[in-house]
């Protein structure tokens, strides 16, 4: 409904002050009209449009007869103003529960065939309404992060790991107030997620399969081309770093050892892992980082800040998957009510979700996601950077040739043992950058959100190691693997002995890509965990 109301009972309580079982004729049929365009039909702001949207619900109900003549004349000609009252200052409903009631609608209707705006009843969400206030201020206020400019957005969301619930999702700062329901980018998949998803495409894969049996798997990152391509894969600063293990891969969010891992895995498996976390594609390529739908409109496809909340989530409850809950229960008109559980699928074995969360500690610790990093707080995660290709620089909308860092969106997903948290930042506008120390603002969002839920303990207690594993020095085994990457050890062509101690500068061809390509060969567009050639994500 308009003016900020969510449902009939609540809009006939705003401008009637009356309870919708006590309305008249004419006031029911105001409101019924008013639900497929509620602020085109607002009585107080479009009388006559009201009037008329009005007046074609009472001529429905005559031609069907359930109303009578009389009554038909009576509704018609009384004026749609009659009865309303003055609107209070304060809606209904404030301001930073737009988006997440949005999603609460689209789900009762999902799983009731009901809509909330049209039918009288009550709904119970899962929404923390404290953390719900605090994520707002972290983003309107300039108490916590520092942004360049009113224009950056941020979408987020938080989910108890444990049960799918919802408990905080904000699409956008700085809010029109005169849009009720709008687009919530928190739960759209137009942008890219960069290497946060090598974690659900690359290594967990890899390690649910066996093709690594430890964080301690050896790994080159050497000059490589995409499989079955000439087009080579670069990384970030244009170097190879020689041999290293997957979690240190991980950690400093190198290119080459991604892809390498993909193709061990292959992209069959790839596939139907990401399918048992709750994301899917139309097609896979081999590239940096799978990130937005690129080629199917809607959200059927690709990567949001819900969808890779609720992915992490299974590394931090050890390999469950729980599909986004917005809704607790909903009671309807006749008393009768439905109550939404959520029991989970499982989507991975437990080792892997451990093993996972002990190599994207150490991202926190010592690698790109320092900034996220909070004293006391166990927790573990990994930063993405997209990037612009060649042919879209010159179409940026504000000067970046003094800057270091160039990007459309900068993200940070994380999770601690309650709660899990995807954060999007960019630009409404793809084409205005991010430059510099807007690539710190995912991060701050994040750790300043974690700060405060991990005010209750739950993050002071780390994960417990489950049956299966054992750990030596810094890096976890599988009791029944040997430590080796299988893929590594049967390609003849990545000896780690030719690489162990060097670091190369890679070539500087700037032709190399694909349709999926972004640009991260340019040399005003990288960042320790941008994207290089095809993908265009990290």
């Given at each position: 409904?308009?003016?900020?109301n969510?449902?009939?009972?609540?809009?006939?309580?705003?401008?009637?002050?009356?309870?919708?079982?006590?309305?008249?004729?004419?006031?029911?049929?105001?409101?019924?009209?008013?639900?497929?365009?509620?602020?085109?039909?607002?009585?107080?702001?479009?009388p006559?449009?009201a009037?008329n949207?009005?007046?074609l619900?009472l001529?429905?109900?005559?031609d069907?007869?359930?109303?009578?003549?009389?009554?038909?004349?009576?509704?018609?000609?009384?004026p749609?103003?009659?009865?309303?009252?003055?609107?209070?200052?304060?809606t209904?409903?404030?301001?930073?529960?737009d988006?997440y009631?949005?999603?609460?609608?689209?789900?009762?209707?999902?799983?009731?065939?009901?809509?909330v705006?049209?039918?009288?009843?009550?709904?119970?969400?899962?929404?923390?309404?404290d953390?719900?206030?605090k994520?707002?201020?972290?983003?309107?206020?300039?108490?916590?992060?520092?942004?360049?400019?009113?224009?950056?957005?941020v979408?987020s969301?938080?989910?108890?790991?444990?049960?799918?619930?919802?408990?905080?999702?904000?699409?956008?700062?700085?809010q029109?107030?005169n849009?009720?329901f709008?687009?919530?980018?928190a739960?759209?998949?137009n942008?890219?997620?960069?290497?946060?998803?090598?974690?659900?495409?690359?290594y967990?894969?890899?390690?649910?399969?066996?093709?690594?049996?430890s964080?301690?798997?050896p790994?080159?990152?050497?000059?490589?081309?995409?499989?079955y391509?000439?087009?080579?894969?670069?990384?970030w600063?244009?170097?190879?770093?020689?041999g290293?293990?997957?979690?240190y891969a991980?950690?400093?969010?190198?290119?080459?050892?991604?892809?390498?891992t993909?193709?061990?895995?292959?992209?069959?498996?790839?596939?139907?892992?990401?399918?048992?976390?709750?994301?899917?594609?139309?097609?896979?390529?081999?590239?940096?980082?799978?990130?937005?739908?690129t080629?199917?409109?809607?959200?059927?496809?690709?990567?949001?800040?819900?969808?890779?909340?609720?992915?992490?989530?299974?590394?931090?409850?050890?390999?469950?998957?729980?599909?986004?809950?917005?809704?607790?229960?909903?009671?309807?008109?006749?008393?009768?009510e439905?109550t939404?559980?959520?029991?989970?699928?499982k989507?991975m074995?437990?080792?892997?979700?451990?093993?996972?969360?002990?190599?994207?500690?150490?991202?926190?610790?010592?690698?790109t996601?320092?900034?996220?990093?909070?004293s006391g707080?166990?927790?573990?995660?990994?930063?993405?950077?997209?990037?612009?290709?060649?042919?879209?620089l010159?179409k940026?909308?504000?000067?970046?040739?003094?800057?270091?860092?160039?990007?459309?969106?900068?993200?940070?997903?994380?999770?601690?043992?309650?709660?899990?948290?995807?954060?999007?930042?960019?630009y409404?506008?793809?084409?205005?950058?991010?430059?510099?120390?807007?690539?710190?603002?995912?991060?701050?969002?994040?750790?300043e959100?974690?700060?405060?839920?991990?005010?209750?303990?739950?993050?002071?207690?780390?994960?417990?190691?489950?049956?299966?594993?054992?750990?030596s020095?810094s890096y976890?085994?599988?009791?029944?693997?040997?430590?080796?990457?299988?893929?590594?050890?049967?390609?003849?062509?990545?000896?780690?002995?030719?690489?162990?101690?060097?670091?190369t500068?890679?070539?500087?061809?700037?032709?190399?890509?694909?349709?999926?390509?972004?640009?991260?060969?340019?040399?005003?567009?990288?960042?320790?965990d941008?994207?290089s050639?095809?993908?265009?994500?990290?």
């Amino acid at each position: 409904m308009s003016n900020s109301n969510y449902g009939m009972q609540t809009a006939a309580r705003s401008y009637y002050g009356k309870d919708l079982k006590d309305l008249s004729l004419h006031q029911t049929a105001l409101l019924a009209g008013m639900p497929q365009a509620p602020n085109q039909y607002d009585p107080y702001t479009h009388p006559e449009a009201a009037t008329n949207r009005r007046n074609l619900v009472l001529r429905e109900m005559h031609d069907l007869k359930y109303i009578t003549d009389e009554q038909y004349e009576q509704a018609k000609n009384t004026p749609v103003t009659d009865g309303l009252q003055s609107l209070k200052a304060s809606t209904s409903y404030p301001a930073y529960m737009d988006n997440y009631l949005k999603e609460v609608i689209e789900q009762v209707e999902e799983e009731t065939g009901y809509n909330v705006l049209t039918t009288g009843m009550e709904v119970y969400t899962n929404v923390n309404t404290d953390a719900q206030k605090k994520l707002w201020d972290i983003y309107n206020t300039g108490d916590y992060v520092a942004y360049p400019d009113d224009e950056m957005q941020v979408a987020s969301t938080v989910m108890d790991v444990q049960t799918g619930k919802v408990i905080a999702q904000l699409g956008s700062r700085n809010q029109s107030t005169n849009v009720s329901f709008g687009t919530n980018q928190a739960v759209e998949t137009n942008r890219d997620f960069g290497s946060t998803m090598k974690p659900i495409t690359d290594y967990a894969p890899a390690l649910e399969n066996e093709v690594y049996t430890s964080t301690a798997a050896p790994i080159t990152d050497a000059p490589y081309n995409f499989p079955y391509s000439s087009t080579p894969v670069y990384n970030w600063d244009k170097k190879y770093y020689g041999g290293m293990t997957i979690q240190y891969a991980i950690q400093e969010s190198r290119n080459v050892p991604a892809v390498k891992t993909l193709e061990a895995v292959g992209l069959d498996e790839s596939l139907k892992f990401l399918n048992r976390i709750g994301i899917n594609y139309p097609e896979m390529f081999y590239v940096n980082a799978f990130s937005s739908n690129t080629s199917k409109s809607g959200n059927e496809y690709g990567a949001s800040s819900e969808k890779m909340a609720a992915a992490y989530a299974a590394f931090a409850n050890g390999g469950t998957y729980y599909k986004p809950q917005y809704v607790n229960r909903v009671v309807f008109s006749d008393g009768t009510e439905k109550t939404f559980s959520n029991n989970g699928s499982k989507a991975m074995k437990e080792t892997t979700a451990y093993m996972m969360t002990d190599m994207m500690k150490t991202v926190l610790q010592s690698g790109t996601g320092t900034n996220a990093a909070i004293s006391g707080v166990y927790q573990a995660g990994k930063t993405g950077t997209s990037n612009y290709a060649d042919d879209e620089l010159a179409k940026l909308t504000k000067p970046y040739y003094y800057s270091s860092i160039v990007t459309p969106d900068e993200l940070f997903v994380g999770y601690t043992p309650k709660y899990s948290m995807a954060v999007w930042t960019g630009y409404s506008n793809r084409l205005t950058p991010i430059l510099d120390d807007g690539v710190k603002v995912a991060t701050d969002v994040y750790r300043e959100m974690m700060l405060y839920l991990a005010q209750d303990g739950s993050a002071s207690e780390d994960w417990e190691m489950p049956d299966g594993l054992y750990r030596s020095g810094s890096y976890v085994y599988l009791n029944s693997g040997t430590g080796y990457n299988r893929y590594y050890n049967n390609q003849q062509y990545y000896n780690s002995s030719s690489y162990s101690s060097y670091s190369t500068e890679a070539s500087s061809d700037t032709s190399a890509s694909s349709e999926h390509s972004g640009d991260s060969n340019n040399n005003s567009s990288n960042h320790s965990d941008s994207s290089s050639g095809n993908g265009g994500d990290d």
